[in-house]
Every structure is written in structure tokens, then in C-alpha cells.
């Protein structure tokens, strides 16, 4: 950060006024507030917001609690180890594959395909056979969703809800798709402890990454009635 952006923001930026800096920014905050509250009477953000927030919850539960949910399944630690480090290539490997195949398909089609991969790989869980490609699998199909939904964050915004306001309406989803991801582990935790097993858990998250997906559907349609 220091060697790369620093220097590049100490030579690009230049020099303003006190005065025009204040009247800029009072107006691109104004600007900013204005769209948020117009998203906020929008559908689709209502609907973008309960998909992301579900999805980075989830995702943070996966992170830190696939390990003990597969030890408890009976996978050896070597298998648990290895379907665990197919994450990282499975989120590189479906942004190329996304940079190859662009062109062939729009972003509503690859919003379905990402949304739909977590409940895949969820569902797969939950009837996961005792052999050792099947926790492979599944964090194959859960590394592709997490890679896609990255880009699916930056490009479902201003493709459904409108670019204005882009940083106020992004980060406000951010901040609650944050919250749910900070909660979420200890939720699971309390949860297993109650339940004595991660059966009824997952479950319940199968169920969530569903709602995800639907959310995701009801977000296209409603831009389909406009943009505010």
C-alpha cells in the first residue's frame, strides 16, 4: 500500500481550495443522501440487501465452521484439509471462467448462477456421501459462489437500482451484510451447542441461501418496473 497507492494518490491528487473542496463535497453528500433515500423506496434494494446480507453470513459461517461440520460427518482431517484449500482456486477459477464467457451471457444470468451455487453446495451437504470427493465438491461450488458474488456486488447495483448514489447505497448494504457475517459464526456456535450436531443447523442454512436466491429473483423483477 505504501510502495504502490500511496505515491500514486500523492501524484495524482491536486491541490483545491478549502472553499471548493467544502462546496464540492456538500453537494455530492447531498446527492448521495438523495438517492439513498429514493433506493430505499425501491424494491430491488430491499431485495439486494436481504441477498447479500444472507450470502456474507453465510460465507462466514462456511469459513468457520465447515472444519468441525465435516470432522463431525467423519471425513479424515487430510480430506477436510484439502476440500478446504479448493476454496481459493474455486473463487479465482470463476472469474476467469466469467472473463472468458462474458460476452455469451448478461449479468442477470450470471446473478442466477452465482446465487444459485450457494444452495447448491449446501444442498449437497446436506445428503454429502461418505466418499472423499463429495466435501470437494461442495467447497468447489461454494468457492465459485463467493468468487462470483464479488463481482455481482459491484454490478447489480447500478444495473438494477441505478449508478447514482452508488457508494451511499453500496455501503449501507455492505454495513448490514456485515453485521449478519460478524454475528453469524456465534450464532452457529450457540446453535450447535442446543442442538448437540450441525444436522438441524445446516438445515437452517439451506434454507436462508433459498431465500437468497429467490431475494435475488424478486431484485430483477421489480427493476423491470423502472429504476427510481
Known amino acids: 500500500m ?36 429514493r433506493a430505499l423506496l425501491h424494491p430491488s434494494f430491499w431485495a439486494l440487501l436481504v441477498t447479500f446480507t444472507i450470502h456474507s453470513t453465510l460465507a462466514t459461517v462456511i469459513v468457520f465452521h465447515i472444519m468441525p461440520l465435516l470432522h463431525e ?87 438494477l437500482i441505478g449508478s447514482e448514489g452508488y457508494g451511499s447505497i453500496n455501503g449501507t448494504i455492505t454495513l448490514v451484510a456485515r453485521i449478519g457475517a460478524a454475528l453469524a459464526p456465534i450464532a452457529v456456535a450457540l446453535a450447535w451447542d442446543k442442538f448437540g450436531s450441525y444436522g438441524p443447523v445446516v438445515w437452517g442454512l439451506f434454507a436462508l441461501a433459498v431465500i437468497a436466491a429467490v431475494s435475488y429473483g424478486v431484485a430483477i423483477y421489480a427493476a423491470e418496473g423502472g429504476k427510481p
Open 2 to 37: 505504501l510502495a504502490v497507492c500511496f505515491p500514486i494518490h500523492a501524484l495524482g491528487l491536486r491541490e483545491r481550495s478549502t472553499t471548493t473542496e467544502g462546496q464540492t463535497g456538500s453537494r455530492v453528500g447531498k446527492a448521495s443522501t438523495a438517492a439513498l433515500r
Open 73 to 159: 460427518r467423519g471425513f479424515s482431517e487430510l480430506t477436510i484439509t484439502f476440500a478446504y484449500s479448493l476454496i481459493g482456486p474455486a473463487q479465482v477459477g470463476s472469474r476467469i471462467a466469467l472473463l472468458a464467457t462474458r460476452r455469451y451471457f448478461s449479468m442477470e444470468t450470471i446473478g442466477i448462477i452465482t446465487v444459485s451455487a450457494l444452495p447448491l453446495s449446501l444442498a449437497l451437504l446436506l445428503v454429502l456421501p461418505q466418499i472423499e470427493i463429495a466435501p470437494c465438491l461442495m467447497l468447489v461450488l461454494y468457492g465459485t459462489a463467493n468468487g462470483l458474488v464479488t463481482i455481482l456486488r459491484g454490478t447489480a447495483i447500478p444495473d
